[in-house]
Every structure is written in C-alpha cells, then in structure tokens.
C-alpha cells in the first residue's frame, strides 16, 4: 500500500528554490517589495508541486482561527441538521469556517468533543448536551477557563452565567394539550423524554399545568417515561397505555420519532387516529406532515435557533468575556393536523398559557 503524500509546505518551495521562507511567504501573497521575477518562480513551483496554502496556520498567527466549533447530540432525524443550516449561513456570512462534533448522547465523548475543539483553538463553541451529561459540566468550565465563548442551545445546562438560545417548550407542551382537551379528549396521556434534559422537564411541566388549568388531574399512570427518543420506546409506551383499564383518548409525545411508534401499534390494534385516540407531539420533523393521518406537531424554529445561537456568540467574541447576554427564548408555534383534530378546526388559534407561567428555568 503505497505511503500518502506528504503536504507541501511553504518550506519545500523556499528549500527548492534557495529563497527564505519569509520571502516565499510574501511572493504567494503578492506582496509589493517582492520583485515580478521571484513572485512569477514562486508561484510557478507552487503549482507544479501541488501547494495548498494553509488558511488555519496563517490565521493562528495573526491570533484568529476564524472557526467555530458545534456540538450536537446527533444528527439523526431533522432538528439538529436544520439547526446546523442556520448555524453555518449565519457562520459563512461573518466569515467564519464551522467544525462540527457529535457526541451520540455521550457524555465522554462530549468531554473529548471539547478537547479536540479547544486544541484546534477554535474561537468560540456552541453546545447541545448529550443526554448523559446530567449535572457534570466540569468540561465547559476547562472551555471557560480556557477564554472560549461558549453557547449553548436546545438542550442546555443549569448553569450560572451561561449563554442560551432556547424554545420555550413550556408554551408549546401547554398549547398542544390544550388543542387536545378543546378537542373533547378527557384522558390525555404523555410520552415523555428524560427529565433532567430542560426540554423534556419543561414540556412535561406544559402537559400538566395545561391538564390542571383545565380541572383534569395528572395520573401518574398516563405518563410513560421513555428510555430512548426512538421508535421502539414510542411502541413500548403506546402498548403499555393501552393496557390500562380505561386507555387513553389523546396522546402528547415530547418526541417526534417515538411517535411513529405510537401510531404502528394504534394502526396494529384498529384504533383510528383521531376517532379513537388524538395525537400530538414536539418537533416538526418533515415526515410529521407525510405521515397518515399527517401529525399535528410543535414547531421548535430549528434554523432559527441555530442563526441565534451564531449572533450571540458572535456579539460575546466582539464585546469580550465582561458582556453576558440573556437567554434567549424562542417561541412556539403549534402546527394543527389530521391527526388531532377530533372537532371541526377551530376558527380561534389555541390560547397560551397564563401569563407568568412556566417561566423557563
């Protein structure tokens, strides 16, 4: 196997052609004190060896790697990807180059992400966390030390101090099972993701605050915890519902995917969606509106979200450590579909929760 070429370097073309580097530096950047003669042999040899400039070394000597780093969970499903589209328009305009890290939900492996971004002396990092993170941030902290911006968005830590562009999912879990209950549902189950995630908590707290502002109790009995944000999990919850004595007749999931699940065992069990059991989740993932009946879904401003989370890092690189913006909170929009509607569509547009409700935390 034959070995790989090494890259030709600045110092290859000086070596070859008896000039300094500093003067080979300066003819492939045409500068003026450099003669027409030594550019044209410069720049003649450069071709033939097949030179790349190396644009990260040049910035790192002028003290700016003009690159951002991104850490997402996964990029699975819509919602990262999307948020990914705004992060790098916005990125490419400034005039910066995007490195992006997955950690597949884990924690270590979001703990070596910051490790390889802060040694390729990225100048800023935004932040999703992994759903293993939990309360161990000693990572950010090493990034904070380090003075590199951080922002964190989606799913972010409880943290003082920190920098977040976020939805509020409280206000669209509380708008979508308020849609269910004016629907007729009386008995509306819930699907919910991990709770020491913000978005999971905050969506959990939408569903029982919209049931209790409705005089409904939250049965403990209604509410399935998945163990993954995956299809199997949405199966398993929607089969352990309709075991119950009296099963649901609505359904909120805080997850798209898991959903799908739901409705492969409703269409297995010849339970019509809406008639028998009307659906509602979180996360406008295209193939919510090609599904059959097509999903009523929370939309959560993906791209939004990620050209937000760009211009705050960018204002923490130009005003410097002192500035500490607030977070940012993202509203909802709920998308009404086939698949909740056991009423005619209402003229009125959901109502949202009560004013000083659900503050985000």
């Known amino acids: 196997m034959a070995n790989p070429q090494k890259r030709v370097s600045i110092v290859d073309i000086a070596r070859q052609l008896g000039l300094s580097v500093s003067t080979v530096s300066r003819a492939l950047a045409g500068h003026k004190d450099i003669s027409e003669a030594t550019k044209v042999r410069v720049r003649q040899l450069a071709q033939e060896l097949n030179y790349l400039p190396n644009h990260m070394a040049a910035a790192l000597r002028k003290g700016h790697s003009k690159t951002l780093g991104v850490i997402v969970p996964h990029i699975k499903g819509y919602f990262f990807p999307a948020v990914m589209n705004g992060i790098e328009k916005v990125a490419s305009q400034a005039g910066f180059n995007v490195v992006l890290c997955q950690s597949n939900e884990d924690l270590q492996r979001e703990q070596r992400n910051i490790e390889t971004l802060l040694a390729a002396q990225v100048e800023g990092i935004l932040v999703s966390l992994s759903a293993t993170t939990e309360d161990q941030l000693q990572h950010f902290e090493q990034a904070r030390h380090s003075g590199t911006p951080l922002v964190f968005f989606d799913r972010v830590p409880d943290w003082p101090n920190s920098t977040a562009v976020i939805l509020d999912d409280f ?191």
């Open 171 to 361: 206000q669209g879990a509380y708008r979508a099972v308020t849609h269910l209950i004016e629907q007729g549902c009386t008995r509306i189950a819930h699907l919910a993701g991990p709770q020491h995630l913000n978005t999971s908590r905050n969506r959990y707290r939408g569903y029982a605050e919209a049931l209790q502002a409705h005089g409904m109790p939250v049965e403990e009995e209604l509410v399935y915890s998945l163990p993954a944000l995956n299809n199997e999990s949405g199966r398993a919850g929607m089969e352990q519902l309709l075991r119950l004595p009296t099963r649901p007749d609505g359904v909120f999931a805080a997850y798209a995917i898991p959903t799908i699940g739901a409705l492969e065992v409703l269409e297995e069990k010849s339970l019509r969606v809406p008639q028998d059991v009307a659906i509602a989740c979180f996360s406008n993932d295209p193939f919510t509106n090609m599904t059959r009946p097509r999903l009523t879904a929370v939309d959560q401003r993906a791209e939004q979200m990620g050209e937000t989370a760009v211009r705050l890092l960018l204002q923490l690189l130009k005003r410097g450590p002192e500035y500490t913006p607030p977070h940012i909170i993202l509203k909802p929009e709920l998308l009404i579909r086939e698949s909740s509607l056991h009423l005619p569509r209402q003229a009125q547009p959901v109502q949202p929760a009560p004013e000083g409700i659900g503050t985000i935390e």
